[in-house]
């Protein structure tokens, strides 16, 4: 700026002032505007998942895995659903890392795990639910958080089922029933709701009683398990000795049946043959006595070890015998 002195008044000099070029502005503009396009026109769903599309909020269709179009500029948005993973929830505990030696969290989850028992106990269950999204338009727009919800189901239906048995029940012999019916309540509650969610199965992973009572409750399993111990050690006993003195006392009814059929059936032959004796004596009894005689004879005279024969008119058979000889002597 330079000063007029004579005049009073002051030149400003030119500015030069920079021309944009609009053709190149409006080109760059352009390009940009197609870059974007291809970059939000295509969109790819993985090889587990369905992706739902939504033009303005508003769905209007699913799309399978692989690459798809859709509108660009934000017109069309795309929701993935994972559909054919397992999906799982963790009710009284939480694991920090999985692997061959699984990592769980310290914190407590009491508020989840403590459920009260038919018989005014407490028990700490911890559970896991596995499940599947099968219907990925419900999951997402027919309940409002249905993650959420869905503990929340979990958790009512184990509280009701957990509350209708006793404690031991509960930790013994009742777990595998306790989860199937888990199972099917949470699933009924699922289809109520129109979550869209299969439950493939309730696992109890563990069940135990409260740390202050813990000592007492082993105790009294201590108890029950050496309580089924002797009556097992009993029932043992039972089977061995019981069956054995029922084998003898049928083996002894069955030789006494065995004995007195023998003797019917002996004492019936010998009666049938006095009978055919005496018919055969009364047809001829000259021939039937000396029959009977011989017969006598042949089953006596093989038992006698000393054997005399004598003349029928002999008067004494003193002289024939030999007194002196020693006991048990020859013939």
Partial sequence: MSEDHEDGQFEIPNLKIPQFNVVAIQRASIALLIVVAVLTSFYTVGPEENGLVLRFGKYQYATDPGLHFKLPFGIERVMKVPVQRQLKDEFGFRTVKAGVRSQFASTPYLDEANILTGDLNSAVVEWVAQYRVVDPYKYLFRVRNVRETFRDINEAVMREIVGDRTVNEVLTVGRAEVAMQVQLGVQDLCDQYETGIKVEQVVLQDVNAPDEVK?????????????????????????????????????????????????????????????????????????????????????????????????????????????????GGGQ
């Fill in 215 to 327: 000592p007492s409750f082993n105790e009294v399993n201590e108890a029950e398990q050496e309580k089924a111990k002797l009556i097992n050690q009993a029932q043992s006993e039972y089977n061995q000795v019981v069956p054995r003195a029922r084998g003898e006392a049928l083996q002894t009814v069955r030789e006494a049946e065995g004995y007195a059929l023998e003797r019917i059936n002996h004492a019936r032959g010998d009666s049938a043959r006095f009978v055919a004796l005496y018919q055969a004596y009364a047809k001829a009894p000259e021939v039937t006595k000396r029959r009977l005689y011989l017969e006598t004879m042949s089953q006596i005279l093989p038992t006698v070890d000393r054997k005399v024969i004598v003349d029928g008119t002999l008067k004494s058979v003193l002289p024939l015998l030999n007194l002196d000889a020693p006991k």
